[in-house]
């Protein structure tokens, strides 16, 4: 059982969050707090293993909290903003929900939670991803609406300066979109990228025989999935290699991804 605080001032929100983890057994909420201080008391005395946090609060910021409780170890964001997206995965945010949540994005994240708990890993290493900041030059030439080939590289302005800037396009595993971004898993470091492109932007340009669309949240380059772990009932992990974050998977996309391998296991 993974237990989990609800922090939203809004007392809708938290009802909201409530209902729809009620789909997920595994879930266990154990607290709601509306506002920053009732969240700092609870967490003084409980530990729960993830937090539902927002961001803008009254007399604060949810990003704040981390700082203040350092001992949190993980921590999905659901906020109606999607501005604090790049801010979030800087502290290192298992993932970030933008209101009104939906059900299978959640069950994605349910999934991830679930991977991360049962590893007994905390809060991912901030510093394994690599925010990614596109200027306007980037958007009318970098990438174009022509397809690109598996030999061709995307550049991009990145804050991390010990990394090139070129990404290219046969490194990328999979792609998970993030409402006005997306996170970019490569086979060499950085391992995780942030771009501020949707996945439909990426859907346009990626080589239709190489990546296949996978549900509303992924593109996955099957020919670097070196195996698949079915789950029929909870999650799926789609693995690329050593040192590759492997993919998980919510049960509609792992469903999706049987269709698309022809119902191999």
């Not at 991009?156 to 010990?162: G, S």
Request: glycine residues 6%; proline residues 6%; aromatic residues 6%.
């Amino acid at each position: 059982m993974v237990t989990a605080l609800l922090v939203d001032d809004e007392p809708l929100a938290n009802a909201r969050m409530q209902e729809l983890l009620a789909a997920h057994p595994e879930i266990e909420v154990i607290g709601v707090a509306g506002s920053l201080k009732a969240a700092r008391d609870f967490l003084e005395t409980r530990a729960p293993d993830v937090v539902f946090l927002d961001v803008e609060m009254p007399g604060g910021s949810g990003l704040n909290l981390l700082a203040s409780v350092p001992d949190v170890t993980q921590v999905v964001f659901v906020t109606a903003r999607e501005k604090y997206a790049v801010q979030a995965f800087q502290v290192a945010a298992l993932d970030y929900l933008v209101k009104p949540v939906d059900p299978e994005r959640l069950a994605d994240t349910v999934a991830r939670i679930r991977k991360q708990t049962a590893s007994g890993q905390s809060r991912p290493d901030s510093a394994s991803e690599t925010e990614v900041e596109p200027d306007a030059n980037e958007a009318a030439g970098a990438i174009e609406d022509a397809a690109l080939r598996l030999d061709d590289s995307v550049s991009v302005p990145l804050a991390d300066k010990a990394f090139s800037g070129v990404v290219t396009i046969g490194d990328i595993c999979w792609i998970e979109a993030l409402r006005a971004f997306t996170r970019v898993a490569l086979k060499g470091p950085p391992r995780l990228v942030l771009f501020r492109r949707r996945l439909s932007d990426w859907d346009k340009i990626l080589p239709a025989d190489s990546f296949a669309r996978i549900g509303r949240s992924y593109l996955v380059h099957l020919a670097l999935a070196e195996q698949v772990e079915w789950d029929s009932r909870r999650e799926t992990l789609v693995m690329f290699g050593e040192g590759v974050e492997p993919l998980t998977l919510g049960r509609l996309p792992a469903m999706r991804l049987r269709e698309i391998l022809g119902g191999t296991a």
